[in-house]
């Protein structure tokens, strides 16, 4: 069968997409992978065939449209900072209608540009595809899909929050008078696939079915059907340098921000000085991921720090004993891949979330940003290094992750899946 991935031209939202994709080549299906044309020396680069899309998007512009303080004075902003389902508040009809508006807005408005999905639409009338995955923050392929009667799925790189709040939200909505139904997400929706002549339905928002990459224990139970996926490491073009060929002459400890981190986001509400401050009296190797910018916010490292521009997380961690990061998917998902202590000081959204759960299940410590200081930091480090039950919570959610099953054991239920949704008549 044909196989389009989609997503917007951020890595950090492609790079778990890699080995399914991989999986259904070697399955013997083709694939292609559409994004806006900023996504395609890394799609090329993981070695699969790329067809851009559109105009690059505006989500970083739209990023900078908050305030200063990362708020758009309505708390609206606010609102999608911590999506935990823990929090009552969460689920509050004022909560999930700023949510509703601020994610439409900011995120999907402008990562999902007209002419993107424009083009996208076009490459899937021509190639005809009979299966679309997408990533949660690129429903223009649920729109191309549903244009040719393709099969189409969400692959989520994270826990499923937003689909936790879009059904909060049309719970709560539908108690609603008639004059307060709006529903932002499904407008502009609406308004796109008009120009293809469709109807909106919820899918386009959830996908016919969802293939879900968090372990067990993580994983949100909500509605429709998933697949459960094994997640497979994938951190992009890796080189594993000399140092790491050796084993570390003491513990070493990974401090990092992840990929988006690099990128610009804020995820710290502290200077990084602090944060390396607080590691010099360590008695481990820290191996700390920073690029030029970031680098010269540090000028003054301790002996024990290693400062790199990057060095792949899939190779690093299995030399490690202990990790701390701001919480985002790809890191948090290849450091219980490789069964390592986290420290988790959770930024947006879904962190807040998986940074919870990783501590209840005994995997690591979290500190929120707003408490995050030197002695914190140092404090924390030292119990996961210390104290040995985190090294056994990290194994077992370790465990928990490959009970699942691997990308490849999974194409057989794609294709029979695809056989099911896909319309007979295209």
């Known amino acids: 069968m044909r196989v389009i991935f ?15 994709a991989w999986a259904l080549r070697s399955a013997g299906h083709e694939v292609r992978v559409a994004s806006q044309p900023a996504l395609t ?25 908050a305030d200063g303080d990362g708020t758009d004075g309505d708390g609206g902003w606010d609102a999608l900072l911590d999506l935990d389902p823990a929090r009552p508040e969460v689920h509050h009809w004022e909560v999930l209608k700023a949510v509703n508006a601020e994610l439409t807005e900011r995120f999907l408005k402008p990562a999902n540009n007209p002419s993107m999905v424009d083009d996208l639409v076009a490459f899937a009338r021509s190639w005809r595809p009979d299966l679309v995955i997408w990533e949660p923050f690129t429903p223009a392929g649920a729109i191309a899909a549903e244009a040719v009667g393709a099969a189409h799925a969400r692959l989520l790189w994270g826990a499923d929050l937003f689909l936790d709040q879009r059904q909060s939200f049309l719970r709560e909505l539908a108690d609603r008078p008639a004059g307060q139904r709006h529903d932002p997400a499904a407008e502009w929706l609406g308004g796109l696939l008009d120009r293809y002549g469709l109807g909106y339905d919820e899918r386009m928002l959830r996908g016919q079915w969802t293939i879900d990459q968090m372990p067990a224990g993580v994983r949100l139970p909500l509605d429709g059907h998933t697949v459960p996926m094994r997640y497979v490491p994938y951190n992009g073009t890796a080189v594993v340098p000399d140092w790491l060929r050796e084993p570390p002459a003491r513990p070493r400890i990974c401090l990092t921000l992840g990929i988006t981190g690099r990128d610009g986001a804020a995820f710290l509400g502290v200077p990084l000085t602090t944060l390396f401050d607080a590691l010099a009296d360590l008695d481990a190797e820290i191996v700390a991921t920073l690029n030029a910018a970031q680098r010269e916010q540090v000028p003054n490292l301790p002996d024990n720090v290693r400062p ?21 998917a790809g890191t948090w998902s290849t450091a219980c891949a490789a069964g390592v202590p986290q420290l988790v000081f959770p930024s947006v959204w879904d962190d807040f979330y998986r940074a919870r759960r990783t501590a209840e299940l005994g995997a690591g410590l979290v500190v929120h940003p707003r408490e995050l200081t030197s002695d914190a930091l140092r404090e924390n480090l030292r119990r996961l290094l210390d104290e040995p039950s985190f090294a056994d919570g990290a194994e077992r959610l370790r465990r928990d992750m490959e009970a699942d099953p691997s990308p490849a054991a999974v194409v057989s239920s794609l294709e029979k899946l695809t056989l099911e949704h896909q319309d007979p008549g295209w």
Do not use: K
């Open 41 to 65: 020396r890394t799609i090329t680069a993981a070695g699969l065939t790329a067809v851009p899309v559109g105009d690059d998007h505006g989500w970083h512009e739209a990023m900078a449209g």
């Open 6 to 20: 989609t997503s917007f031209a951020l890595d950090a939202h492609f790079l778990g997409q890699v080995p399914l």
């Open 308 to 328: 790199v521009d990057f060095v792949p997380l899939h190779a690093l961690l299995p030399t490690c004993s202990a990790i701390a990061h701001h919480g985002g």
